[in-house]
């Protein structure tokens, strides 16, 4: 059962009212739009997700609550135009960064290290990319830049020339034969600590779903869609996500550098958001459900 992570605290920074006009960005199993669309119902709710078993299981969700939704099946990247050729602006939009547990857990999508299953990763299903092209193709350097940059793991270089040693031999099909090669490339005392599959298959759902670079496009042009006092709720799994968002919600809330010392701000000058949270989840969340302790939740309002 895949539980929404900061889901009261997410849902009560949207400011819903009964008439919102909000965008869910991954609606995944509808964990959080069910929620907001029992409380808009004299809204809409435009929900976008890839992931064709996602989309059936939420639409069943849904509809026992009312009609007053549409679900996108593309890619969140395409938030600008999809939502323009349906709307001309939006009172918030959410973002829960975290693949769903129903993901993980179904062992033949390839994205659980503890369960054997052919190498895939992919969202979208249709797509060619999958995890195997990336273990069995993808030469030692650009394996060695994914898991440093992707996975932040330390032993990124003798993990990458385990696999291409061993893929040698004979290609490495599954996700236990990736984890077993992985565990055999770190120390044992690193091994004891953390699971050190645990970050490079991090690493590779994010090259073959383009995670980072699809996240930073549909931010930018989410802050275009929303109307004064909208705002975007951001829900971020690891730092690098965590990153991206910090760093352009501190772009668009700050005042110019060469005008920070000024007496006045120009009106033109001030800047057009707001942050208004940046919160973690409560202990008492982390015990109930181990999977958000790595979560945060950042909140941005358009103020002009």
Excluded: W
């Excluded at 849902?11 to 907001?36: F, M, P, R, W």
């Excluded at 547990?101 to 299903?125: N, V």
Aim: hydrophobic share 35%; aromatic share 8%.
């Amino acid at each position: 059962m895949h539980e929404s992570v900061l889901l009261t605290e997410s849902i009560n920074y949207l400011n819903l009212n009964k008439k919102s006009i909000i965008v869910d960005c991954t609606l995944g199993y509808a964990g959080h739009s069910s929620h907001i669309l029992k409380q808009i119902p004299n809204g809409f709710l435009y929900a976008f997700d890839q992931d064709k078993e996602a989309i059936k299981e939420a639409d069943k969700k849904l509809k026992q609550i009312n009609n007053n939704y549409e679900i996108i099946n593309t890619n969140f990247v395409n938030i600008k135009q999809e939502i323009k050729k349906r709307t001309n602006e939006v009172d918030g939009i959410l973002f829960d960064l975290g693949v769903s547990s129903p993901q993980l857990d179904e062992s033949k999508r390839g994205f659980s290290f503890h369960k054997d299953a052919k190498l895939d990763m992919r969202m979208d299903q249709s797509q060619s990319l999958s995890a195997y092209e990336v273990v069995n193709n993808y030469d030692l350097n650009k394996l060695i830049h994914i898991f440093k940059n992707y996975g932040e793991e330390k032993y990124a270089q003798s993990i990458a020339k385990g696999i291409t040693k061993q893929r040698q031999i004979k290609p490495i099909e599954t996700t236990l034969e990736l984890s077993e090669i992985i565990k055999n490339s770190v120390p044992e005392k690193y091994r004891r600590i953390n699971h050190p599959a645990r970050k490079i298959f991090q690493a590779i759902r994010i090259e073959v779903n383009d995670e980072l670079n699809v996240f930073e496009i549909a931010l930018k042009d989410s802050l275009q869609l929303i109307k004064k006092g909208g705002r975007i709720c951001v829900i971020t799994f690891h730092s690098l996500e965590d990153r991206i968002c910090k760093q352009i919600f501190k772009e668009v809330s700050s005042i110019p550098k060469e005008l920070q010392n000024l007496p006045v701000i120009p009106k033109q000058y001030e800047p057009k958001y707001k942050i208004i949270a940046n919160i973690k989840p409560t202990e008492e969340e982390i015990n109930k459900n181990h999977r958000s302790r790595s979560a945060r939740l950042r909140v941005i309002e358009r103020r002009a």
